[in-house]
């Protein structure tokens, strides 16, 4: 009879694990050390080896040889705790077993001893859900069973378990196998099994598990059903519903079109074909929390489940979008999820999300809106700013320091400034152009310093600033800012009243003031205040 792959390679000894590290060297250094506890609660996610951990430990109990951290696997104790008909391992399933009755049989069956084996074994799966009389009526026997018997509770939901039981076990958590590892142990199972496939295939089989082995097996086991012994990713991601980069990427691309029509085509489309859109609002802020990944550790990182060359690619479209643009995605992508599971009308509900990605693309920030209050429409239309040269007078000069004129702190930096400034318009980054033509530059071959009025520091502060100063540069540079007057924001002690006339005049000419009025048209204006002078 055919045996599936996830039991026919299931780990029969700790030296065949994969993953949980952690779990292995411990329970290795009990039995050796003769530290056996008569309790132990192993949890975690659903195909990470809590069950299989269960039986090897039982396997290193009762081996003919032991207890030992490496069984024998030949004797008759091995052999029958591997086939699942060890007479003195018990393996119960608490999702139909989960009653105050089933637990007092068990209860007297602890009272007796081993009929072969060294210890008498009790492995409960989904341990979670026996009921809360049933564990208080189990206490007893977990606080001070005979020496002979071993309990192991293995489940997913440990917060479920009474803190009553969890203070009378060692407890293990389980962790998701590496993307790696989980890779490598699939590739080694095909060669076992005459099985051809890419390393894409593989990939696309260990995202389907998520992190669990036994999903990712089973996924396999499918793929091989269905594709024969030559596996291709085109094929495999059909079969398990899954979608490629490549037809994520046409929302990324959208995005960036600021395209509304692309994105009701990618909906036509799904729709066309007969795709799931729960699942593939589930793929999308996936997607969009793998480019915010990429984003931030600016290569490949073991946070992403995808193989190199996939990073790569993520990493090309996350070059698009800054970090608050994919933050904002990645949450209305949850939105997205979350109302599609009790939606009637699922097409409407994802074209609307959709389309508010694009119009959330569009959105201006809070430091952009923030640092345009009062200034002028576009840096690039108005008139570079003009600096007086300062001079210094005889009787205000330091000692011993000749009259004349001071140097301005970005005299040596002017050319950079510029080519700065038009990176940063080109950039669209256009509230951060604006505080770099109120603030100085003094550069030197391993620092640039900005000095700038507080009013603009945190505009310059912001997080692709100093990757584009680099970029200028064209060298690695320490980037610094200093808050401090500066001679462009500089002003005379005493204004003459025809100056403060033009600048109320210019400030009441000003577009947002005018719409304010025409919004509000009984307001006044009593007074103007420059905030710089705050």
Partial sequence: MYQVIARKYRPQTFAELIGQEHVKTTLENAIAQRRIAHGYIFSGQRGTGKTTVARIMARCLNCIQGPT?????????????????????I????????????????????????????????????????????????????????EWVVFILCTTESHKIPATIVSRCQQFSFRSVDFGQLVERMQWIAQQEGITADAE???????????????????????????????????????????????????????????????????????????????????????????????????????VAASPPEQEALGKVAAQFSEEDLTRYLRLSLDLFRDLQSSLQPRLHLELGLLRLVHAGKLQS????????????????????TVPPVS??????????PPGPVPSPD??????????????LEAKQTYVADALEHSELTESAQEWIFT????????????????????????????????GETQREAAPAAAPATQTDEVATRALEHPEVKRFQELFPDSQVRTVRNLKDA
């Fill in 201 to 303: 295939t593989f990939s696309v089989l260990a995202q389907a598990g998520e992190g669990s082995v036994r999903d990712s097996l089973s996924a396999l086991d499918q793929a091989i059903a269905c594709c024969g012994t030559e596996l291709k990713a085109v094929e495999v991601r059909g079969l398990l519903g899954m979608f490629s980069l490549d037809s994520l990427g046409a929302v990324a691309t959208a995005l960036a079109a600021a395209d509304s029509k692309a994105m009701l085509d990618v909906v036509a489309d799904l729709e066309a074909n007969g795709r799931s859109l729960q699942h593939f609002s589930r793929e999308l802020a996936r997607y969009f929390r793998n480019l915010l990944v990429v984003k931030i550790s600016r290569g490949v990182t073991k946070l």
């Fill in 91 to 146: 393996e119960i399933d608490a999702a139909s077993n989960r009653g105050i009755n089933e637990m007092r049989e068990l209860r007297e069956n602890v009272r007796y001893r081993p009929a072969r084996d060294r210890y008498k074994v009790f492995i409960v799966d989904e341990a979670h859900q026996i009921t809360s009389e049933a564990f208080n009526a189990l206490l007893k026997t977990l606080e001070e069973p005979p």
């Fill in 366 to 385: 809070i430091e952009e809106a923030i640092a345009g209050i009062g200034s002028a429409p576009a840096p690039s239309a108005r008139p570079a700013p």
């Fill in 452 to 483: 700038t009025p507080k009013l603009y520091a945190m505009n310059l502060k912001h997080g692709d600033f100093a990757a584009l100063v680099q970029k200028v540069a064209g060298r690695p540079v320490k980037v610094t800012i200093k808050i």
């Fill in 69 to 89: 951290a490496t069984p024998c696997g030949v004797c008759a104790s091995c052999l029958e705790t591997a086939s699942g008909g060890a007479p003195d391992v």
């Fill in 411 to 424: 005299s040596h930096g002017g050319d950079s400034r510029s080519k700065l400034h038009a990176a940063l």
């Fill in 392 to 401: 210094r007078s005889p009787a205000s000069a330091a000692p011993g320091t």
